[in-house]
T-cell receptor, first 113, second 111 residues
Framework: DAGVTQSPTHLIKTRGQQVTLRCSPISGHKSVSWYQQVLGQGPQFIFQYYEKEERGRGNFPDRFSARQFPNYSSELNVNALLLGDSALYLC????????????FGNGTRLTVT | GQQLNQSPQSMFIQEGEDVSMNCTSSSIFNTWLWYKQDPGEGPVLLIALYKAGELTSNGRLTAQFGITRKDSFLNISASIPSDVGIYFCAGHTNSGYALNFGKGTSLLVTP
């Protein structure tokens, strides 16, 4: 069975640009979460979506937005990119019940220059 | 998010040795999860714990959910070179759906 798939794997953008990252969850999983991981740190929560509704949001500015589609795939959008947005962006899927374990994709490595 | 204190920060051991790492928090957690991350990849779930006092094994790995619900440990027995990587503890509190992560323990195993 396919795991969580993310695209693209790597991306280079310039300050001020916008970026869209994509995620397909494990088949049967209805919840998708997004995390940001900077070098040397653990992942930090950005968003969680369940059945197309935002269920939680971390401490990130409004430049970050996301959505979930009827097929449970998801997109993360970041506007007005800053150098500090350079990180590994991880998508995780879960069944959606409270506290069900997250299964992560291999992430998108975003570099902002 | 809630801060998780993970220790040690790094470990350098010989193949065959046992390893122990732990995670503590000032807040009560409802779940404790342990993940391993290899370079260039996402975290892979090793063990999930759901009840205070729960002790769970996965092959050479054993993890426990502390009775106070504020800590957890992970043990690896008879380490092998492929155990190299960064191990993260993570958990859910009552206050939301976010999974809170520690800063990781970097494990190096020499043959």
């Amino acid at each position: 069975d396919a795991g969580v798939t993310q695209s693209p794997t790597h991306l280079i953008k310039t300050r001020g640009q916008q970026v869209t990252l994509r995620c397909s969850p494990i088949s049967g999983h209805k919840s998708v979460s997004w995390y940001q991981q900077v070098l040397g740190q653990g992942p930090q929560f950005i968003f969680q979506y369940y059945e197309k509704e935002e269920r939680g949001r971390g401490n990130f500015p409004d430049r970050f937005s996301a959505r979930q589609f009827p097929n449970y795939s998801s997109e993360l959008n970041v506007n007005a990119l800053l150098l500090g947005d350079s990180a590994l962006y991880l998508c995780a899927s879960s069944l959606g019940q409270d506290n069900s374990p997250l299964h992560f994709g291999n992430g998108t490595r975003l570099t902002v220059t | 998010g809630q801060q998780l204190n993970q220790s040690p920060q790094s470990m350098f051991i010989q193949e065959g040795e046992d390893v122990s790492m732990n995670c503590t928090s000032s807040s009560i957690f409802n779940t404790w999860l342990w993940y391993k991350q290899d370079p260039g990849e996402g975290p892979v779930l090793l063990i999930a714990l759901y009840k205070a006092g729960e002790l769970t094994s996965n092959g050479r790995l054993t993890a426990q959910f502390g009775i106070t619900r504020k800590d957890s440990f992970l043990n690896i027995s008879a380490s092998i070179p492929s155990d190299v990587g960064i191990y993260f503890c993570a958990g859910h509190t009552n206050s939301g759906y976010a999974l809170n992560f520690g800063k990781g323990t970097s494990l190096l195993v020499t043959p």
